[in-house]
């Protein structure tokens, strides 16, 4: 069980959209529809912002959006804005266990 | 609302056991939610550690089933984790999770502060 694979870090402009990828396998990402997604700001707990692939908990802003094709899940955050500048993690169902991604760091230029 | 609270240790010995327990506030540990075990060494990523439902049924990450046993105690409304054998690599952020029904499947929807736990002699 490997960590799902994510980009080291993305950045935009305010207003900007960016897009977060998560590579898995046929084993996890791939072969479930339970993916979800989890902001970190620094030295606190993650959020979580998506869960099955693309719904929002209540909450959480419709700038935020997920997807996913094949073995690949994806977020964007539309309009980013300067408080979104924070750790995003992936996470996938994977057969009785969760797996994590490797972590991207989003920022804010 | 549901409120989660880490406590243990900070400080364990190599090859000792690390001890934590998740206390739960606000809601019924019995309720229809699983209760994870998340840990991020530092400057890391997140790692799933395990879960277990109110009624004992557990589920662990196969690359470290060998060292961790997760239990419940209703009575108390928490439950704890213990990883043994530990080294310096489990130096990290320990949290506590509830993992919730949402749409088809469990999320992790509320988490704890945290406790940082340094293995070191």
């Known amino acids: 069980q490997s960590a799902l694979t994510q980009p080291r870090s993305v950045s935009g402009s305010p207003g900007q959209s960016v897009t977060i990828s998560c590579t898995g396998t046929?084993?996890?990402?791939?072969?479930?529809?339970?993916v979800s997604w989890y902001q970190q700001h620094p030295g606190k707990a993650p959020k979580l912002m998506i869960y099955?692939?693309?719904k929002r908990p209540s909450g959480v802003p419709d700038r935020f959006s997920g997807s996913k094709s094949g073995n690949t899940a994806s977020l964007t955050i539309s309009g980013l804005q300067a408080e979104d500048e924070a750790d995003y993690y992936c996470?996938?169902?994977?057969?009785?266990?969760?797996?994590f991604g490797t972590g991207t760091k989003v920022t804010v230029l | 609302q549901v409120q989660l609270q880490e406590s243990g240790p900070g400080l364990v010995k190599p090859s000792g056991t690390l001890s934590l327990t998740c206390a739960v506030s606000?809601?019924?540990?019995?309720?229809?939610?699983?209760w994870s075990w998340v840990r991020q060494p530092p400057g890391k990523g997140l790692e799933w550690i395990g879960e277990?439902?109110?009624?004992?049924?557990?589920n662990y990450n196969p690359s470290l089933k060998s060292r961790v046993t997760i239990s419940v105690d209703k009575s108390k409304n928490q439950f704890s984790l213990k990883l043994s054998s530990v080294t310096a690599a489990d130096t990290a952020v320990y949290y506590c999770?509830?993992?919730?029904?949402?749409?088809?499947?469990?999320?992790?929807?509320?988490w704890g502060k945290g406790t940082t736990v340094t293995v070191s002699s």
């Open positions: 999770a509830r993992g919730r029904q949402l749409g088809y499947y469990y999320y992790m929807d509320v």
């Open positions: 606000g809601g019924s540990i019995s309720s229809s939610n699983w």
């Open positions: 277990i439902y109110h009624s004992g049924s557990t």
């Open positions: 046929s084993s996890d990402v791939g072969g479930y529809n339970y």
């Open positions: 099955d692939v693309s």
């Open positions: 996470c996938s169902y994977a057969g009785s266990a969760y797996v």
